[in-house]
């Protein structure tokens, strides 16, 4: 049937209709083909095979796809007829369904059958939705559990590379690291505040006689490693026992047998979400434990030895930062007056442990 339908068809409803075609069950395999046609004409109602006479507003039916036209782009500017409400002008959102008892096609609009019915048919094109996604999705991803398995296999020494990073600076320079920690609370900012006198107080009472006066010496990286704890390997297993249960399926039929399963167990949901949680959670790990890495960078190290030597720090200490055939050191030091308050830590990144950072430094799709 094509758009010149309008012209063959009067819809005028009648009590009996036969120019349409029929199904045993819901044609699901024409639904690409409706949407395309309606993509083109704007014109649902010239889809062929649609049924046209008269269908009660309590009759069952199933949808197989819903849609809005844009009245504008329609030939005539109208509304598109519904069999339903026995209007040749009725709607511009509606449905493609199947009717069980007349066993065709037709589209009507999105509020046009009895409440009931309509509430049963979307309820059961949710459920269809959902198991449909969850089968697409299986499907796509039970096959990526592998290796992403090994991944986090490959994470794991990495990740207490890191850790044991974090725990000797916080063990053996507490102060140090407490505050460094404190400018990552404050917003990750190298700043020392100063109170200077306002000269314009002089001229007006009402005006305060101090002024705050910021020094900035840059922003910090890494923070991670002073935060109040690092747990990357923590996270790591975590996510490999979400994947676990879903590990094996190195091919299509695997994957196949595996959705089936999950599906009839009812399962799907649940792999779905740790799967797909996973699969974000990992990539922004990823990015987090390379992250740590750069609070090695010369020119953070740099910014911070200003900022500890400053003459307004309330705490200040010594950062030498070298470059080995194996990696970079870098060597904290706070001295006082008092033997109990010196602190001395060393810290190591691994020339591996850069490059893999190096190679792992982009950002995460915050979207997923």
């Known amino acids: 049937m094509e758009a010149s339908a309008r012209n063959v068809i009067e819809y005028t409803f009648p009590e009996e209709y036969t120019g349409h075609a029929t199904y045993r069950e819901a044609p699901y395999h024409l639904r690409d083909q409706f949407i395309e046609h309606v993509k083109q004409s704007y014109q649902p109602e010239t889809f062929p095979g649609l049924y046209w006479g008269r269908v009660n507003k309590n009759e069952p039916f199933e949808i197989i796809h819903t849609f809005a036209v844009d009245r504008k782009k329609r030939p005539e500017g109208d509304y598109i007829p519904c069999p339903m409400c026995q209007r040749r002008e009725k709607f511009l959102e509606g449905s493609f369904v199947f009717i069980f008892n007349r066993q065709c096609i037709a589209v009507i609009g999105h509020d046009c059958a009895s409440a009931e019915v309509k509430h049963a048919a979307f309820s059961k094109k949710k459920q269809d939705d959902e198991r449909r996604h969850q089968e697409d999705f299986l499907m796509a991803r039970l096959t990526h559990v592998p290796s992403m398995l090994r991944e986090l296999e490959a994470l794991k020494p990495i990740a207490t590379e890191i850790e044991g990073i974090f725990h000797d600076f916080r063990k053996d320079a507490p102060t140090i690291h407490r505050a460094l920690r404190q400018v990552r609370k404050a917003g990750g900012e190298y700043v020392l505040t100063e109170m200077v006198d306002n000269e314009a107080a002089e001229f007006d009472p009402r005006l305060p006689k101090k002024l705050a006066r910021n020094s ?70 990823r990015w987090a434990m390379s992250a740590a890495c750069f ?64 190679a792992n430094r982009v950002a995460p799709n915050l979207e997923n």
């Open 216 to 285: 900035y010496f840059g922003s910090m990286r890494g923070d991670t490693l002073v935060g109040a704890s690092c747990k990357f390997l923590t996270e790591a297993r975590r996510y490999e026992q979400w994947l676990l249960s879903f590990d094996g399926c190195d091919d299509e039929e695997k994957a196949m047998e595996a959705t089936i399963g999950l599906l009839q167990r009812k399962e799907a949901a649940k792999a779905v979400r740790y799967i797909g949680e996973a699969g974000r959670r990992m990539e922004k790990l």
């Open 295 to 358: 609070f090695f960078a010369d020119t953070h190290i740099e910014d911070m030895k200003e900022w500890a030597r400053d003459r307004l720090q309330p705490h200040p200490f010594t950062v030498d930062r070298h470059v080995r055939n194996d990696g970079i050191s870098l060597a904290f030091s706070r001295v006082t007056g008092k033997d109990e308050e010196r602190e001395y830590a060393r810290l190591f990144l691994s020339n591996a442990l850069a490059e893999w950072a190096d």
